[in-house]
């Protein structure tokens, strides 16, 4: 790799020289350490100092702080959380389901108090998120929504129904659209680098450049020493799969981004986005995006393919087939870019638990700890599982302790080629019902309902 700067928009944009930190200089000893520099590791180690500022907390990266998906993701602080809602109140009850829903709400001004009282420049800008229908059958599948949230209490402050009258310009076809107010649109990178400088103020000591391999109770081995403390935590979503004994933890899914040059005034005149607010559509294969706040167009979607043994390569964040389609589909949508051109293409990889469920994990006996598997919704989930994390660590009982995410363990992901396919066929499945749904104007229930029961969504 020739520079950071060439892994994404972001990183060309960060207003800063992404210099690494220095390494692990020998083994050592702390109260915590937490393996990965993201914003999951970052924010737990904030959270205790903030909490305990005696603790002594060490954070190692085998890259930079924000080199993953943190660094590279649409650039959305959005009150949402993967998995199924109805599913988790089996276990839980309707009422503590609901409580994590509203805690992620919440965490999307938490994001912007702390950036604004740590000084993070990361363009905060709370305009909420507009879910558009571009054809009747996601009109169909969007009020289902809507009457869904309706039957979980969730009321018009919360989602509410747009209809084409109200979505003057905006995107090509839209016939209405789902609105929220819980999301803002962030530069991502800039939120990630702010915070692993705000922790390092507080005493966090940062270490970068260094892999590591194995983390059991007590120690991580990395390939510059050993850290001994009695509290251990992973933060490594994707590339958790790396590490000795979690190779099917998660599946890892490449999720691909384009960017188009500045866009003058007056495309933006005729387009809206005037609040900043990120935007998606109803499809089943995720689309999203953002107007940024030098006034490009940043998007993004899945669609790539699963690699075989869930293999992690700096060749699979750039595959052309995957951005041209996603680039038509951009076009498509705003048809008004004309011959705007894209000055940046990038991806990686999200975390996929087998059942689509984040969770929060704190072994006391063993003192070890995780939290993750956000299936791409980790920007605002990242905040709040480091909150949790932090009260977790530290044994206090709190709301945060007590949601339903906490403790929750997915079954691990089956062995290949079973793996392979699946992912593979899941894909394909969601493509399918796009194409359809395209076609026929109605709810391609046949095909999503073996995506369903494919994937445990």
């Known amino acids: 790799m020739d520079s950071y700067q060439t892994l994404s928009l972001w990183h060309d944009t960060a207003g800063e020289a992404l210099v690494p930190r220095s390494a692990l200089p020998s083994s050592t000893v702390a109260d915590v350490v937490i393996v990965g520099a993201g914003y999951t590791g970052l924010w737990t180690a904030y959270y205790l100092k903030k909490l305990e500022p005696d603790l002594r907390v060490v954070v190692v990266e085998a890259e930079i702080a924000g080199y993953g998906a943190s660094g590279r993701n649409g650039g959305w602080c959005a009150g949402e959380i993967a998995g199924n809602r109805d599913r988790m109140a089996i276990r839980h009850g309707r009422q503590a389901v609901r409580e994590l829903w509203r805690a992620m709400f919440a965490t999307v001004d938490e994001v912007g108090r702390v950036a604004a009282e740590e000084g993070i420049d990361c363009d905060f800008h709370k305009g909420g998120i507009l879910t558009f229908a571009t054809n009747p059958a996601q009109v169909t599948s969007l009020q289902e929504e809507l009457d869904h949230d309706r039957g979980w209490g969730f009321g018009e402050a919360d989602f509410r129904w747009l209809g084409r009258n109200e979505l003057p310009g905006r995107v090509r076809d839209a016939l209405g659209a789902i609105y929220t107010p819980h999301a803002a649109a962030i530069h991502p990178l800039r939120l990630v680098r702010g915070l692993a400088k705000a922790a390092e103020r507080l005493g966090v000591q940062i270490y970068e450049q260094t892999r590591v391999d194995e983390i059991s109770p007590g120690q991580v081995k990395s390939d510059h020493g050993s850290v001994k403390a009695d509290v251990v935590l992973r933060a490594t979503e994707a590339f958790t799969i790396s590490l000795i004994g979690h190779e099917r933890d998660f599946v890892p899914a ?62 699979y964040d750039r595959q052309p087939k995957v951005h041209h389609a996603v680039e038509a589909v951009l076009r498509n949508l705003f048809p008004d870019l004309g011959a705007a051109r894209i000055t940046h293409r990038w991806g990686g990889a999200v975390a996929l638990a087998r059942d689509w469920r984040p969770s929060v994990f704190f072994d006391r006996a063993s003192g070890v700890g995780d939290a993750g598997g956000y299936a791409g919704e980790g920007v605002a989930a990242s905040n709040l599982a480091g909150r949790t994390l932090a009260d977790l660590v530290l044994g206090r009982d709190t709301d945060l302790t007590r949601l339903p995410w906490v403790g929750h363990r997915s079954r691990r992901w089956e062995p290949e080629p079973l793996r392979w396919v699946g992912a593979n066929l899941a894909t394909s499945l969601a493509r399918t019902a796009d194409r359809i749904e395209t076609r026929r104007g109605r709810p391609a229930r046949l095909v999503t309902s073996a995506f369903r029961l494919l994937t445990g969504r």
């Open 254 to 315: 490449y999720s691909l981004m384009v960017a188009t040059e500045p866009l003058p005034a007056a495309f933006w005149d005729m387009v809206g986005f005037a609040e900043r607010e990120v935007f998606n559509d109803a499809r089943h294969l995720i689309i999203y995006g953002q107007r940024t706040a030098d006034g490009r167009l940043a998007f993004g979607g899945r669609g790539a393919r699963y690699h075989f043994r869930s293999q992690l390569r700096a060749e």
